[in-house]
């Protein structure tokens, strides 16, 4: 059976052929994802949000759609977005946990109790939709596909929206952060 015969089952819904699309090009495509992520677990978790998503995008794939091309393109994509995820997050690593580690030089719990509150003010101060990701995001421990399925948008809003909560706490909380840098 060729790949457009299965792709013609595949959008009226017949499991049998997505199945034997997922038998077939699995492999490969999380092989094309392990060679820009060097990190097979998440090349096999990006593989299966590839095929997740190939499910649920079957009755809009266009006539002559090519399987293997939509297949290995997707995952490049997905890994590409999870390296830039990487350094999104390794950029606001040293804020995070500069938000979240207790005050070292303090000189009393005083301080510790003024960096809480403004912390929590400054979360509060948040846009609506950003706290709600940004809480999501640290307080849940979700990814952000995982939030971005949860809201029902797509993962770069949620990134715009970790960068925006990101630069606003900071924006709030530098009076804190230059006092801890003394």
């Known amino acids: 059976m060729t790949d457009a015969d299965l792709l013609e089952r595949l959008r009226r819904g017949e499991h049998a052929a997505y199945e034997a699309l997922f038998r077939q090009w699995y492999e490969p495509v999380v092989r094309a994802a392990n060679r820009i992520l060097h990190d097979p677990g998440v090349a096999e978790e990006l593989a299966q ?35 830039r995820h990487l350094q999104v997050q390794k950029k606001s690593q040293v804020y995070v946990e500069a938000l979240s580690e207790p005050a070292e030089h303090a000189d009393a719990e005083a301080s510790a109790g003024e960096l809480e509150s403004a912390i929590r003010d400054a979360i509060a101060s948040l846009p609506p939709r950003t706290r709600e990701v940004f809480l999501m995001s640290r307080e849940r421990n979700l990814r952000y596909s995982e939030i971005a399925e949860q809201l029902g948008v797509t993962v770069k809003a949620v990134e715009a929206n970790m960068s925006r909560a990101l630069r606003q706490l900071r924006e709030r909380l530098a009076p804190f952060l230059a006092r801890r840098d003394e």
């Open 49 to 83: 949000d590839v095929f997740l998503e190939l499910w649920r995008r079957r009755e809009t794939l266009p006539d002559g759609s090519s399987v293997p091309g939509y297949l290995l393109q997707a995952a490049r994509n997905r890994a590409l977005n999870h390296l």
